[in-house]
């Protein structure tokens, strides 16, 4: 089974900056892609970023300039890094990873990690 662990939620004041991480586990595992969606109150979930296994990153035009995902192959994890951070980007933040596992496709989320943008 694999599980995403995710970290580095928080409380932050507009104009600061946050890092999350995120960490896959599992057995015979190959991630295709990873990537963090969001779900502000009375909003739609949306992608915020993605980055394949050849670190080809996309962004939502919202957080352009302001967020850089990365990744680890190594150690099977993805990060978001957010500065100039605005008080719409409150959100619950989940991550996401496409997985080639036992001979098939398979799509896994995190448990979601708050981000509040507030003063």
């Known amino acids: 089974q694999v599980q995403l662990v995710e970290s580095g939620g928080g409380l932050v004041q507009p104009g600061g900056s946050l890092r999350l991480s995120c960490a896959a586990s599992?057995?015979?595992?190959?991630?295709?892609?990873m990537g963090w969606y969001r779900q502000a109150p009375g909003k739609q979930r949306e992608l915020v970023a993605a980055i394949t296994a050849g670190d080809s990153a996309r962004y939502a035009d919202p957080v352009k300039g302001r967020f850089t995902i990365s990744r680890d192959n190594a150690k099977n994890a993805v990060y978001l890094e957010m500065s100039s951070l605005k008080s719409e980007d409150t959100a619950v933040y989940y991550c996401?990873?496409?997985?080639?596992?036992?001979?098939?496709?398979?799509?896994?989320w995190g448990q979601g990690a708050q981000v509040t943008v507030s003063s």
């Open positions: 996401y990873a496409k997985v080639w596992s036992e001979s098939d496709f398979r799509h896994y």
């Open positions: 599992g057995s015979r595992l190959s991630i295709i892609h």
